[in-house]
């Protein structure tokens, strides 16, 4: 068997007939990201890109790894790989020192993962590195598709002709920090820090969004406990209550086959 070194030693796999990208399962990368199992992922994923199901790993072949991900030593690898076997989601054979990458398939079969989307990771347009950004982003694009979804559906149900149907303006739907603590199970300010750092790897547009009240109205509403606590700009004569962030993504998404769970 050839080692993980002498793979990476060519270009990466895309440029020799082999895959370009890879379909994450959502559902995978939203359970890493709510059980700080994010790390381990990163390694898996990267491993699935340059081994075709098992490899063994020199010493040199982790140092690589290492820089890859942004990692000081190659103890983080080791602590990685450990914790993607307790888990099951690479194998070992200490003998013959293989490593064996478990499929999407059998890991969503293993972990009781039900849901179907995937997301489109191509390794030519999104460094490693930039991989919690890309993650964060597909869960808040996985969101924005439930919104776009239901939003058609509705006028499906309607049956309104396509004539009739406004259509939006464009393609932001909200995502409040509140809903995105709760997917995530993170506190409020970290799914600020988290939206942030989507955008800035290119994975969501994020627009602030403000509703015009006048100053009165507003006021008595808050009085009576009617109106929740927001950000509030007052210009004297109206206010401008700051409503959930409107973001776009910029990610593609496929259907995975359904499995059976066991």
Not at 23 to 45: G, T
Not at 193 to 200: D, E, F, I, V
Not at 210 to 220: A, T
Request: proline share 3%; glycine share 6%; hydrophobic share 35%.
């Amino acid at each position: 068997m050839n080692s993980f070194n002498y793979r990476y030693k060519n270009p990466p796999w895309g440029f020799g007939g082999h895959i370009i990208h890879l379909v994450i399962p959502v559902e995978m990368i939203s359970y890493a990201l709510r059980n700080k199992f994010f790390r381990p992922l990163q390694l898996y994923i990267l491993l699935k890109y340059y081994c075709s199901g098992k490899t063994r790993l020199k010493k040199e072949d982790k140092i690589y790894l290492a820089e890859q991900i942004g990692y000081s030593s190659i103890r983080s690898v080791n602590n990685n790989l450990n914790k993607l076997q307790v888990i099951d989601w690479i194998g070992y054979n200490p003998n013959s020192n293989v490593y064996f990458i478990r499929s999407f398939e059998g890991i969503r079969a293993k972990m009781g993962f039900i849901w179907r989307t995937g997301v489109c990771y191509n390794f030519h347009d999104w460094k490693i590195s930039e991989f919690k950004g890309f993650c964060i982003a597909a869960v808040i694009g996985n969101l924005i598709n439930h919104q776009k979804r239901a939003k058609w559906m509705f006028e499906r149900k309607s049956r309104r002709s396509s004539q009739n149907i406004q259509k939006p303006s464009s393609d932001f739907f909200p995502v409040s920090n509140i809903a995105l603590a709760k997917v995530l199970n993170v506190s409020q300010s970290t799914a600020f820090r988290y939206k942030q750092l989507a955008q800035g790897v290119g994975g969501v547009q994020i627009l602030k969004s403000w509703k015009s009240m006048p100053k009165g109205i507003y006021y008595n509403l808050r009085k009576f406990g009617m109106i929740r606590e927001s950000r509030v700009l007052d210009d004297g004569y109206n206010v401008l209550i700051q409503s959930p962030d409107l973001l776009t993504h910029n990610l593609r998404y496929k259907m995975r086959k359904k499995i059976e769970t066991y």
